[in-house]
């Protein structure tokens, strides 16, 4: 694709951009929405007549002082309606904006909510493609951006071209083609300059960001790493590495500032040439007879009047660039396409029991490459089996697979014989409850992240639930209790006091399924023992799903699956397995010998 043709796409994805901000608007169905965007723009249109009438009046009153009778009276009534002209200029653009706050503001929530309420219904694969911080900045930008937009777009330059013509009409009305004329070029061509100039001058910005970045990157890097810095006395090395960013940032800053000065001096010398020559062609008049010095105060004050909105054309033409760049990416994550999305006759998911069963499921993240292989398995209502094997057997799959993150790619899944596919999303996940390998916490309270599995439980039942996890005497130990906060990921948290607050979360949720992916693996072997009787209650009468690692945990399971490359390679329960003299033999030898070596205690809990 040829540059010109770059910049003609470009241009036209702009164009598509605010096209599609249209809408939040003037929305349908919203009809006191639409009648403050009319109000709006009523006001605008009458603010800028009065601000037009100004140096008309102003004129008025320079002819009238300058007459034989000025020195017997002041033109009072001319002067009243020169200040009424001035203060309803501005009351007029206050009524703009606060009817149209209303306006900008629900557009700006509507676009941020349907923007974040999309990104929780994209697919998990989506997520683990995209960094969630840049998606935070994706969203937050976007939403400046419209406001910027809509601030300086809406309400500044567009008024602002249409008072230029305005004010070229009214020339031409009150003397002739030529003033008209000159002024439209002047603007125009101050215009023209600002926006190629700063087109040009957009490199340097560029360069600048980025060196910024640079700077601000190595600076964080090296002060996050501040223990291996001082391990190898590397101090003045990261000095070197933080000054060479900076080096390149000050040159950039340099060329930015010096070619803006550069801009600043053109655009003063447009203006300056177009006021010279109205000033000489209404001067001429005045000699003539032909004006009068009202007229020739008149001309000079139209095109001040024009300059001083654009005064800042340079730096809102860059930002409105980089506010359509901004949106763009911001409404392009809107249409990006759900891979797991609910059938248009998916009804909710009716537990009986709570029979699970996955019939010659197969799927891979990556077609190249298969995780699960025609996989077959059927955990009763209220029956438990345990999923064990190697690293990258496929044993969290399973688990992604039951809460549709993904689809199988082959197979079905079903919960009392429906299938996965067929029922809603939201049902399917309210029925299930799982207790993860890493546990990560909403930077809030203990008792919300406990109350998170069903919110507006009250604190009886927030209480009980952590009483049944074994971590309720420890959150009474804190100073503030249930009201403490554990900090962002829950990192003011050990990683089994995370678990069990994991463990107490799911318990209060009353899942029909529960599913336990290595939900001890924190736990030291005597609070592992602990947790393993309470979860053994919890899940009485309920179908369990346990995905585990360490062997101990799974003994008293219905049915133990061993899963080894995406194939179930073995099943049954555990003596029957340790009979069997295979994998899961070996498995558990190792683990004991492991354990043996460690100095703690061999066996398996209950005997």
């Known amino acids: 694709m040829t540059d010109a043709s770059a910049n003609r796409e470009k241009r036209r994805n702009q164009w598509k951009t605010l096209m599609t901000l249209l809408p939040y608007l003037w929305p349908r169905n919203k009809p006191g929405i639409r009648l403050r965007v009319t109000l709006a723009l009523f006001c605008l249109a009458l603010a800028k007549v009065t601000n037009v009438t100004v140096p008309v009046i102003f004129k008025d009153v320079v002819d009238a002082l300058d007459g034989e009778q000025a020195i017997l009276a002041l033109p ?60 935070s900045r994706a969203i937050d930008r976007g939403v ?12 500044n330059i567009l008024p602002t071209l249409l008072e230029i013509f305005m004010v070229c009409g009214l020339l031409w009305a009150f003397f002739d083609f030529w003033f008209a004329l000159v002024t439209f070029v002047t603007i125009g061509s101050y215009i023209a300059f600002t926006m190629l ?14 060196k910024d970045n640079e700077a601000n990157t190595k600076a964080i890097d090296s002060l996050l790493n501040f223990e291996t810095v001082k391990y ?91 506010s359509l760049t901004d949106m763009e990416d911001m409404f392009e994550l809107l249409r990006v396409s759900q891979e797991v999305s609910d059938n248009e006759n998916a009804t909710s998911l009716n537990v009986n029991g709570a029979e699970l069963r996955f019939e010659q499921v197969s799927f891979g993240y990556d077609p190249r490459r298969p995780i699960l292989k025609d996989v077959s398995f059927k955990v009763p209502a209220g029956g438990s089996i345990a999923i064990v094997g190697p690293s990258g057997a496929g044993k969290s799959t399973i688990s992604r697979l039951l809460f549709r993150f993904y689809d199988a790619d082959q197979g079905a899944i079903t919960i009392d014989q429906q299938n996965l596919r067929d029922v809603t999303q939201k049902s399917l996940r309210q029925a299930i409850g799982i207790v993860p390998q890493d546990t990560v916490l909403f930077n809030d309270t203990i008792f919300y992240n406990i109350a998170y599995g069903r919110p507006g439980a009250n604190r009886e039942e927030v209480e009980h639930a952590a009483k049944l996890a074994s971590i309720h005497e420890f959150i009474l130990s804190l100073p503030e209790g249930y009201d403490t906060v554990v900090g962002e990921r829950g990192l003011k948290l050990s990683g089994g006091e995370k678990q069990r607050v994991a463990i107490a979360r799911t318990i209060l949720k009353q899942p029909a399924i529960l599913l336990f992916d290595e939900a001890t693996s924190a736990l030291d072997t005597a609070t592992e023992r ?48 340790i009979a069997q003299d295979g994998l899961y033999a070996q498995m558990w030898t190792r683990q004991q010998e492991a354990a043996d070596n460690n100095g703690q205690p061999v066996g398996i809990p209950g005997e």
């Open 197 to 210: 100039v700063t087109e040009w001058r957009l490199k340097f910005r560029r360069q600048m960001n980025d």
């Open 232 to 322: 190898f006395g590397n101090e003045d090395h990261e000095a070197q590495r933080f000054d060479r960013a900076m080096r390149g940032y000050e040159k950039a800053a340099i060329t930015s500032t010096v070619s803006l000065s550069a801009v600043n001096i053109g655009q003063g010398g447009i203006i300056a040439a177009g006021l010279v020559i109205l000033m000489m062609m209404a001067g001429q008049g005045v000699i003539e007879g032909t004006m009068t010095l009202g007229d020739f105060v008149m001309v000079n004050t139209y095109l001040i009047q024009l300059y001083l909105p654009l005064n800042f054309l340079g730096f809102v033409y860059r930002q409105i660039r980089q």
């Open 144 to 155: 400046k951006g419209i406001e910027f937009l809509l601030n300086f777009t809406l309400f």
């Open 530 to 577: 602990e947790i393993q009787m309470s979860l053994k209650e919890v899940s009485r009468g309920r179908t369990t799903l346990m995905i585990a690692h360490r062997l101990s945990t799974v003994v008293d399971a219905d049915q133990i699956l061993v899963l080894s490359n995406g194939q179930v390679v073995e099943s049954g329960r555990h003596p029957d397995l």
């Open 76 to 135: 009072v009534a001319l002067l009243l309606a020169y200040g009424l002209a001035r203060l309803m200029t501005v009351v007029f653009q206050e009524m703009r904006e606060a009817l149209f706050a209303k306006v900008k503001m629900r557009a700006l929530r509507v676009v941020a909510l349907q923007t974040f309420q999309h990104l929780h219904s994209l697919s998990l694969r989506f997520h683990m493609d995209r960094q969630t911080g840049g998606l």
